[in-house]
């Protein structure tokens, strides 16, 4: 009898247990090509990513190569979701620092003293589509909005016409350009 009982007991905790749903979780890098264009033509991107995958979400960090106008190298954060049932379909955004690269000075120029750019605010974000190849890999076709923000600082000296020089001090320059355009992407996905 109090084997039965203790059976009746733990039947409503049977009944009323939830399963476990299989939380797919693991780690995923992602190799990207792509062309980015606006006013000012189209060039090429490049991007690396890696991160952690957990169920419909992708969160992680990247180093990428940006050719659009002034050579940078953007730093960013990548987070992506994925939606409907089979996780195909992804909405991401990777906002990130501009690191900028290494450009020519304006040799021929006597007057300039020093040039050199700085860097700024950097968004690539957009929707994609996934297509599987086995259970590790994947190819994606993205298309989406990036945002390149750089400066460039010019400090000139101009010589002296007529004597006494009262305006030694340099002249400097700081420009400011944000570059908004429409980017392409072909990426391959490994891992969950």
Same mark, same amino acid.
């Given at each position: 009898?109090?084997?039965?009982?203790?059976?009746?007991?733990?039947?409503?905790?049977?009944?009323? /247990?939830?399963?476990?749903?299989?939380?797919?979780?693991?780690?995923?890098?992602?190799?990207?090509?792509?062309?980015?264009?606006? $006013?000012?033509?189209?060039?090429?991107?490049?991007?690396?990513?890696?991160?952690?995958?957990?169920?419909?979400? &992708?969160?992680?960090?990247?180093?990428?190569?940006? /050719?659009? $106008? &002034?050579?940078?190298? !953007?730093? &960013?954060? +990548?987070?992506?979701?994925?939606?409907?049932?089979?996780?195909?379909?992804?909405?991401?955004?990777? !906002?990130?620092?501009?690191?900028?690269?290494?450009?020519?000075?304006?040799?021929?120029?006597?007057?300039?003293?020093? $040039?050199?750019?700085?860097? %700024? &605010?950097?968004?690539?974000? @957009?929707? %994609?589509?996934?297509?599987?190849?086995?259970?590790?890999?994947?190819?994606?076709?993205? /298309? @989406?909005?990036?945002?390149?923000?750089?400066?460039?600082?010019?400090?000139?000296?101009? !010589?002296?016409?007529?004597? !006494?020089? #009262?305006? #030694?001090?340099?002249?400097? =320059?700081?420009?400011?350009? +944000? =570059? +908004?355009?429409?980017?392409?992407?072909?990426?391959?996905?490994? @891992?969950?």
């Amino acid at each position: 009898m109090k084997k039965a009982a203790i059976v009746l007991l733990f039947i409503p905790v049977g009944l009323f /247990a939830q399963q476990k749903r299989a939380v797919k979780t693991g780690w995923r890098g992602i190799a990207t090509a792509g062309v980015t264009g606006g $006013e000012s033509g189209v060039s090429p991107v490049f991007q690396l990513s890696a991160g952690k995958k957990y169920h419909r979400y &992708f969160y992680g960090i990247g180093l990428g190569y940006d /050719a659009y $106008e &002034f050579n940078s190298f !953007p730093v &960013f954060a +990548n987070g992506s979701v994925s939606i409907g049932k089979r996780q195909l379909v992804y909405v991401y955004a990777m !906002p990130g620092y501009n690191i900028p690269g290494k450009f020519t000075k304006d040799i021929e120029n006597p007057i300039t003293i020093d $040039e050199r750019q700085r860097g %700024g &605010f950097y968004l690539d974000a @957009g929707i %994609g589509y996934r297509f599987p190849f086995g259970q590790y890999h994947r190819l994606s076709f993205s /298309a @989406g909005y990036a945002h390149k923000s750089v400066g460039h600082v010019t400090s000139y000296s101009y !010589p002296c016409g007529f004597m !006494p020089c #009262t305006d #030694t001090e340099p002249h400097k =320059y700081d420009r400011r350009y +944000n =570059y +908004n355009r429409i980017t392409t992407r072909l990426s391959w996905e490994i @891992g969950r």
